[in-house]
């Protein structure tokens, strides 16, 4: 039984100020283009089953032309008569139940099978048996769903979850997407057949039978130099599970620039320098190191954009450098709370900032005391 295995497609997906031609926003076209190269793979090579393990959409409410390319794409599937199964992500899946699934105007199409009430479902399709458990309400009701899912004996058995997994090392360093759900390796029992993930963005082998498929785009810098695409999975009392690459636009990290030592000049110059290894319609980040605003305000921008000019979209990174105010007549230094508050605004610390923020004021103020 042939399969393709693909995830986080996030539709409607949209950045930075380029138009493509047609007046829409170069990187939502990106991600209709991958998806579509995914497509135009599947109709060729004829699956006996697509599974997508969430994130179709990059939104609960994705736009109406979002919803009719994906309607388009379906259809074409539909039509050749090959089975799609998709899994409801944490990006469409609305936190109130009343607000009701983009997934529901799927239902309607022959082989298409939109899984997204918040419960595992169970897919036959040919001998195989699919357990489908799309983004839960809560983690325990997640959990309590996957111990639901139990393989059926003499059958193909797959289980379909999008999920960050604890105890994966490089997992770790990017948790804390919005709304994501989490459960320890442990949930992810050997004894099915395959177990095709979806959530996080690099393709990943997590145990012997279960695989993040990755993104079909990249998203964010994180990705910057992934591969991109999806698995083609042969299963059978051998099972074969080869990676499948879409050509997309790559994302490159130009590394840092350490600026303490440097003088505006000299970093306007090492700028321009890494920016010669820029390709031409690549998204380009490039990270300063202890610069001082005085310094960031004296680059030559002029020169930097030219120089950039190859790129579809530049970033400079930066992180001001602390000592600064001191050197750079700030009239006082603030009292211990007061510098650590402008001290930690300055740092991406997510959802938990505010209990963060809270915590070391209490304790702050205590030593103080
Ligand atoms: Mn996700």
Redesign the pocket.
């Given at each position: 039984m042939k399969i393709l295995h693909v995830a986080?497609s996030h539709i409607g997906y949209s950045a930075y100020h380029k138009l493509a031609p047609s007046g829409l926003n170069q990187r939502e076209v990106d991600t209709y283009n991958s998806f579509k190269q995914f497509i135009e793979y599947a109709l060729k090579s004829k699956p006996d089953l697509i599974i997508h393990a969430?994130?179709l959409f990059d939104s609960v409410r994705p736009t109406n032309r979002a919803i009719s390319f994906v309607m388009q794409q379906l259809l074409r599937l539909s039509e050749a008569n090959i089975p799609f199964i998709v899994i409801s992500?944490?990006?469409e899946t609305p936190k109130l139940r009343e607000t009701g699934s983009v997934f529901r105007i799927f239902e309607h199409l022959e082989n298409v099978y939109p899984i997204y009430k918040g419960k595992l479902e169970q897919i036959e399709i040919d001998n195989a048996v699919i357990h489908a458990i799309p983004h839960c309400f809560s983690n325990e009701e997640l959990k309590k769903n996957i111990e639901m899912a139990k393989p059926i004996e003499n059958r193909i058995n797959i289980l379909v979850l999008?999920v960050g997994i604890i105890g994966i090392k490089e997992f770790s360093y990017t948790r804390g997407?919005f709304n994501?759900q989490v459960i320890p390796s442990g949930y992810l029992s050997p004894q099915f057949d395959y177990i095709a993930l979806?959530?996080f963005h690099k393709p990943t082998k997590v145990t012997e039978n279960a695989y993040y498929a990755g993104s079909t785009e990249h998203f964010s810098f994180k990705e910057a130099g992934e591969r991109k695409g999806f698995y083609e999975i042969e299963l059978g009392s051998s099972p074969q599970i080869k990676f499948i690459e879409l050509n997309v636009r790559g994302m490159m990290d130009l590394g840092e620039i350490d600026c303490f030592n440097l003088s505006s000049e000299q970093i306007t110059y090492e700028i321009v320098r890494k920016f010669e290894e820029i390709e031409e319609g690549k998204i380009v980040r490039i990270f300063l190191r202890r610069i001082s605003r005085a310094k960031y305000k004296a680059l030559d921008w002029n020169r930097i954009k030219k120089a950039g000019s190859k790129a579809l979209h530049f970033e400079i990174a930066h992180e001001f450098h602390e000592i600064e105010h001191e050197l750079m007549g700030k009239s006082r230094i603030g009292s211990l709370t007061e510098e650590w508050k402008e001290f930690i605004s300055k740092h991406p610390l997510g959802k938990n900032r505010k209990e963060l923020e809270e915590l070391a004021i209490k304790y702050l103020t205590e030593v103080l005391q």
């Open positions: 986080d969430g994130d992500g944490n990006h999008h997407d994501e979806g959530h």
